[in-house]
C-alpha cells in the first residue's frame, strides 16, 4: 500500500497526523457496535466526561465524524448569521484558510494583517474592538498554535483584550493542533467555541472534529441565522445526554479516542504538557547548534508541538530547497517532514514532535534532520543531536 521497502518503522514527523499509539489502533481494531445500542451509550458518557478536562471545560464537548475544516465552519453556523463581521488574524497559513472559510460562509472577515513569524498581538484586537462602538463585530477568531509556523497565541491576552474593550463579541480559538498538547482553559480562558481535531494532540488518525462551547455560546446559536443542519449543536447536545448522537458517529474512532483519553489521563495532563516543552526546547537547541534559524521570532511564541525550520541562503541569496531535503530524508531515511506552505514553500521545513512521542523518537528523528542536511549538503554545524542529548540528559 505504502511502496515503502525500508526495514523499522516509518518516522511520521509531519505536525499532524501525528503517530497513532499501538494501543488506540487496537481499540479502533475492535467490531463496530450498534450504535443505538446500550453499550454505545456506556462508551458515549464515558467519552464525553473524559474529553472535558482536556479542553478545560465543565461544559458539553461537540464530537463530529469531520475532519479540523468542518469543526470550523460548525462554530461559524451555530453562532454567526450572514453578513456578520468577524475579527481574525493572520498568523498563517490556518488562519488564511479559515478567514477564505468565513467568506465562503458570506461573513464579513476583518484580516488583520501578519508576517507569519510571530502570534496575535492582543493590542490590536483592543485597538479594533474599541473602535467598533457600534458592535458590529460579532466574534473574534485566532489561532492558538499556528502549525504552518511554529508560533503559539496568548488566549488569556486576547481574552483580556476583549474585556478591556468591553466588547461582547464571542471568542473563537482554533486549537486543532494545540488540544492534548499544549495546556488550554478554555473556560478559565473564557472561550466561547474552542475548535479541534483528532490527529494530532490526541493521537487519533484523522477523522474527528470537536467544539468545545461556552454558555454565551449555546445562547448566540439560537438567534444564529446562518442555514446549518449536520452541524447543529442543539440536536447533538440533547442526543449527547443519553451517550448517542442524532446521526451515526464515527464508533470505531471513539474506541480510539477513549483509549487516547485514557492514556492521557493515565500520564496525567500536566506531564503531557511538560513533554510536549522539553522535547520542543531540545528541538530548538538542535536547530540552534545546527546554526539555522527557528521561523518564529518571537521566543515567548514557540510553538510545544513543532518548529519550523529555515533553509540557510546559498551566496546568490536562494533558499537552499526545503523540499528537495525533505524528499532526500523520506527517501534514504523513511522520516516524513512538515512542508512549507504557502508562502513559506521552498525555504522552510517543519518538524514535529507532538502526540505519541518520546525521547528516543525525538533523536531519531533529529538524527534524520541532521544526517539528511549532511546528505543534501545543506551547509550546518555537526552536534544538532548532541545539543538534544545533552538537554534531555539533565532536563
Ligand atoms: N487549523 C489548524 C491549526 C490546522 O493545523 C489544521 C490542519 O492541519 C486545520 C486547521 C485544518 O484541519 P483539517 O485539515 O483537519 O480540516
Known amino acids: 500500500l505504502l511502496n515503502r521497502t525500508g526495514q523499522g518503522r516509518h518516522f511520521l514527523q509531519i505536525p499532524g497526523p501525528s503517530n497513532t499509539p499501538d494501543r488506540v489502533l ?3 481494531d475492535f467490531p463496530t457496535i450498534d450504535h443505538r445500542g446500550p453499550e454505545f451509550a456506556n462508551l458515549g458518557l464515558r467519552i464525553l466526561q473524559a474529553i472535558k ?3 478545560g471545560t465543565t461544559n458539553p464537548v461537540i464530537i463530529y465524524p469531520g475532519s479540523g475544516t468542518g469543526a470550523w465552519e460548525a462554530a461559524m453556523v451555530n453562532t454567526l448569521s450572514p453578513g456578520d463581521r468577524v475579527l481574525m488574524v493572520e498568523t498563517g497559513q490556518f488562519a488564511t484558510q479559515w478567514k477564505n472559510l468565513a467568506q465562503k460562509l458570506q461573513l464579513q472577515p476583518e484580516f488583520i494583517s501578519g508576517d507569519w513569524r510571530t502570534g496575535v498581538n492582543p493590542a490590536d484586537i483592543h485597538a479594533r474592538l474599541a473602535a467598533d462602538p457600534e458592535r458590529e463585530i460579532k466574534a473574534v477568531c485566532v489561532v492558538h498554535n499556528e502549525t504552518s509556523t511554529g508560533v503559539t497565541s496568548d ?3 486576547v481574552r483580556a483584550a476583549m474585556d478591556a474593550a468591553k466588547h461582547p463579541a464571542l471568542l473563537m480559538v482554533d486549537t486543532i493542533s494545540g488540544i492534548g498538547s499544549i495546556a488550554y482553559a478554555h473556560d478559565q480562558w473564557g472561550v ?4 479541534a481535531g483528532s490527529q494530532k494532540g490526541l493521537m487519533l488518525p484523522p477523522g474527528l472534529g470537536f467544539n468545545a ?3 454565551k455560546a449555546i445562547e448566540a446559536s439560537k438567534h444564529a441565522k446562518l442555514p446549518n443542519a449536520y452541524w447543529r449543536w442543539d440536536e447533538i447536545i440533547a442526543a449527547n445526554r443519553n451517550g448517542y448522537w442524532p446521526t451515526t458517529p464515527a464508533t470505531n474512532l471513539l474506541y480510539g479516542l477513549a483509549e487516547a483519553l485514557d492514556m492521557l489521563h493515565e500520564e496525567g495532563l500536566h506531564n ?3 513533554r510536549h516543552q522539553r522535547h520542543a526546547q531540545a528541538t530548538r537547541l538542535a536547530v540552534q547548534a545546527w546554526g539555522l534559524e527557528i521561523l518564529c521570532t518571537n521566543p515567548d511564541q514557540y510553538s510545544p508541538v513543532l518548529t519550523a525550520v529555515v533553509m540557510p541562503k546559498r551566496a546568490d541569496g536562494t533558499y537552499y530547497d526545503a523540499d528537495a531535503f525533505r524528499k532526500l ?3 534514504r531515511y523513511n522520516m516524513s517532514l512538515g512542508t512549507g506552505l504557502n508562502k513559506l514553500q521552498g525555504w522552510v521545513f517543519r518538524i514535529g514532535h507532538l502526540g505519541h512521542f518520546n525521547d528516543l523518537m525525538l533523536i531519531g528523528t533529529l538524527g534524520g534532520v541532521e544526517m539528511g542536511l549532511a546528505a543534501a549538503g545543506v551547509p550546518h554545524q555537526r552536534g544538532g543531536v548532541q545539543a538534544a542529548i545533552d538537554y534531555l540528559a539533565k532536563s
Request: glycine share 4%.
Open 272 to 274: 503531557v504538557f511538560e
Open 155 to 157: 488566549i488569556a491576552s
Open 192 to 195: 466561547d467555541v474552542t475548535i
Open 329 to 331: 530524508v523520506l527517501g
Open 53 to 55: 478536562p482536556v479542553f
Open 26 to 28: 487496537r481499540a479502533i
Open 213 to 215: 462551547i461556552s454558555d
